[in-house]
């Protein structure tokens, strides 16, 4: 079963930096639309930003000028560079993917998250 594996997570002072890093777990075909989202504690999972193969990119107004999506259509892979972190960005951190567009959070595939904690 195809599964996308998350890394790069951890605890990390308010104002550092963390990068997170998403991978199919086996060779697939390509995935065209990722997704990295959030779900802090007792909140709703929300977006965080979405990168599709052609490098078009959106994010969540939260994170704009201080996170970057990034993909790697040769490795089938997505990163997120999280600079100049704030403890309300504290959330447990999915990566998704899909060969096609989709709405409302729809990816065949999603990762098993990865906890971020910044601290004040």
């Known amino acids: 079963q195809v599964r996308l594996v998350e890394s790069g997570g951890g605890l990390v002072q308010a104002g550092g930096s963390l990068r997170l890093s998403c991978a199919a777990s086996?060779?697939?075909?390509?995935?065209?639309?990722w997704g990295w989202y959030r779900q802090a504690p007792g909140k709703q999972r929300e977006l965080v930003a979405r990168?599709?193969?052609?490098?078009?990119?959106n994010y969540a107004d939260s994170v704009k000028g201080r996170f970057t999506i990034s993909g790697d259509n040769v490795k089938n892979t997505v990163s997120l560079q999280m600079n100049s972190l704030k403890p309300e960005d504290t959330a447990v951190y999915y990566c998704?993917?899909?060969?096609?567009?989709?709405?409302?959070?729809?990816?065949?595939?999603w990762g098993q998250g990865t906890q971020v904690t910044v601290s004040s």
């Open positions: 998704a993917g899909d060969r096609t567009a989709v709405v409302d959070q729809r990816y065949d595939y």
């Open positions: 990168i599709t193969s052609g490098g078009s990119t």
């Open positions: 086996r060779s697939i075909f390509r995935i065209n639309h």
